[in-house]
Nanobody
């Protein structure tokens, strides 16, 4: 079992920055891929960024050049640095973990954080 606890998020003006954190406990974190999903009201949960245990990253097109995913395996923590935020980034953000490689499909992720609201005002 892996427990994920998120922190960060909140309200920011357009163009601002936020950092989300995801602290993992229960198993060796380095063996898991970590992902960040977002879900806007009435929409499906979508993978925003992911990182494998050895540092291979994925970004959805809409956040490339603005968001950076990273992890500190020694601290069992993952991060999502979000810069140049736009109103369309407004959503609940979830961190997730799964063994092996990342997947674009939320159903293939095994463990989830509690979610945190990110609101970007125009």
């Amino acid at each position: 079992q892996v427990q994920l606890v998120q922190s960060g998020g909140g309200l920011v003006q357009s163009g601002g920055s936020l950092r989300l954190s995801c602290a993992a406990s229960g198993r060796t974190f380095s063996g898991y891929a970590m992902g960040w999903f977002h879900q806007a009201p009435g929409k499906q949960r979508e993978l925003v960024a992911a990182i494998t245990g050895n540092g291979i990253t994925y970004y959805t097109d809409s956040v490339k050049g603005r968001f950076t995913i990273s992890r500190d395996n020694a601290k069992n923590t993952g991060y999502l640095q979000m810069n140049s935020l736009k109103p369309e980034d407004t959503a609940v953000y979830y961190c997730a973990a799964r063994t092996g490689y990342y997947s674009l499909l939320s159903a293939r992720w095994d463990y989830w954080g509690q979610g945190t609201q990110v609101t970007v005002s125009s």
